[in-house]
């Protein structure tokens, strides 16, 4: 270790009170965000502690290389002041959530060509993690930033490939020194640097495997983004297309299961590793954006929680894969934005697709077997303007009282109270005209406030 390390270790150590020190330990199911750190005309900047209570892995997007390089990385709050800001991730780290520091983005060039410029990338990635206390990072390097021109997954022979592992162990190592805690690692590639690599082993064609798997021991997340991207061949070698239910799912399992490139085979990952990586909306991405009920419905086959499935594509693991560790998403501002369809409609399908069981047919009555986390309910009308029906299906007349919480679009509640009947009415005419969220149990519905 050198003389800069020290010191820097020195520096980190008075700069880290120990009462802000969190456990590593990621929830047993994420919903990771990434948070601009710019401000846009149609997805406004939020301050980060106040997302979507549902988003519990925040990635700060992003930090880049310095003018004039592509390996000396810098961030700096644009809107928020510094201190301010670190005070934020504080407050969202004291919430048990964790905050990533994103390092890359679709805008930017991050390339190590040189010993020279991994030290400088490791020095520069760890002064920033030893400022603001971040718990880990996220590594999302696209374009040209990584290419295979030969070698294997196992064995890389391109330096921007090598010097990159080598780079992130250090990092790894460094934070868990001065810490005493694992660094979160999560990598979060494009399609064709992972599943791409089954039709092509060359370019970005792959380019990320050697990387997952050099670092899977240390990786806990791999938020593979299913858009902006092409057709891709699944495991039976149909061609599949984003934007669609087989998407989804060919791509997770074949991420699950590996598959054979010409530079080798690639091992999958558990699925408690993997999260599914979508667009928040229509206008956040190119393409790839899907609407809710196909997501739900490509979830709840893929999570092994129901037969139906519209697309063409068989899963090989007949029960689905129960352990996915959640979702992913582009972005926390574009879904917190009312420039799409409405605001938090990924965060609210998040928690549709893991915190209740919803291939309960609506006809089952045997409720010897049910439990509120079946519960279901009908709304409306939608949108209203004095107050709003609630109409629960007949099997849920023994789980009777059972509360409620109404919520605005920024998560905060407005009202409560408890259902008391199958059919209960609510007076919603003092709510101010807005977007609503009214759950019961854990199921949630929107409505709109006229």
């Given at each position: 270790m050198n003389k800069y390390y020290i010191l820097l270790i020195t520096i980190a150590f008075s700069l880290i009170n120990i009462n802000t020190i969190y456990s590593y330990s990621l929830p047993q199911k994420v919903l990771v965000g990434y948070w601009h750190n710019w401000d846009n005309p149609l997805a406004p900047m939020?301050?980060?502690?106040?997302?979507?209570?549902?988003?519990?892995?925040?990635?700060?997007?992003?930090?880049?290389?310095?003018a004039g390089t592509d390996y000396d990385i810098y961030f700096h709050p644009l809107i928020i002041k510094k201190d301010d800001f670190k005070s934020r991730i504080k407050t969202i780290q004291s919430q048990g959530?964790?905050?990533l520091l994103s390092i890359g983005g679709g805008n930017t060039t991050i390339k190590l060509d040189s010993a020279m410029e991994r030290d400088v990338f490791i020095q520069s990635v760890l002064r920033l993690l030893f400022d603001y206390e971040f718990d880990g990072i996220d590594i999302d390097f696209e374009g040209n930033s990584i290419r295979i021109s030969g070698g294997t997954i196992s064995q890389p022979v391109d330096s921007c490939i090598v010097l990159l592992i080598d780079a992130i162990k250090e990092i790894m190592k460094e934070y868990s020194e001065v810490f005493g805690k694992k660094a979160i690692l999560s990598i979060s590639p494009e399609t064709a640097y992972v599943q791409g690599g089954q039709s092509g082993y060359g370019g970005v064609w792959g380019a990320y495997l050697p990387i997952l798997?050099?670092?899977r021991d240390s990786i806990d997340l791999v938020n593979v983004q299913l858009y902006n991207s092409g057709g891709m061949y699944g495991l039976d070698?149909?061609?599949?297309?984003?934007?669609?239910?087989?998407?989804i799912v060919a791509m997770t399992e074949k991420l699950i299961q590996g598959f054979n490139t010409k530079g080798g085979f690639f091992q999958g990952f558990p699925p408690e590793k993997i999260t599914i990586g979508l667009p928040a909306c229509n206008l956040a991405a190119s393409n790839g954006y899907?609407?809710?009920?196909s997501v739900l419905m490509a979830m709840n086959y893929l999570l092994g929680k129901s037969d139906y499935f519209t697309g063409s594509y068989v899963l090989l693991e007949k029960n689905g894969y129960p352990n996915i560790r959640g979702m992913m998403t582009w972005s926390i501002n574009w879904d917190a934005t009312d420039s799409c369809s409405y605001p938090y409609e990924f965060a609210e399908n998040y928690k549709r697709i893991f915190n209740i069981q919803t291939n309960i047919s609506k006809n089952d009555t045997n409720t010897n077997t049910l439990k509120k986390q079946d519960l279901y309910f009908d709304l409306f009308p939608n949108p209203a303007r004095?107050?709003?029906v609630i109409k629960l299906p007949d099997f849920c007349q023994n789980l009777l009282p059972i509360d409620f919480y109404v919520r605005n679009i920024y998560g905060s509640t407005?009202?409560?109270?408890?259902?008391?009947?199958?059919?209960s009415v609510i007076n919603i005419s003092k709510y101010p005209r807005d977007i609503y969220f009214i759950t019961i149990d854990d199921?949630?519905?929107?409505?709109i406030k006229d």
């Open positions: 939020i301050g980060p502690e106040k997302v979507h209570p549902a988003y519990n892995v925040i990635n700060i997007a992003f930090a880049t290389p310095r959530k964790k905050v798997d050099a670092l070698w149909k061609i599949y297309t984003q934007a669609t239910p087989d998407f899907m609407h809710t009920d004095t107050e709003i407005v009202d409560k109270g408890t259902i008391r009947s199958l059919n199921y949630t519905e929107k409505f």
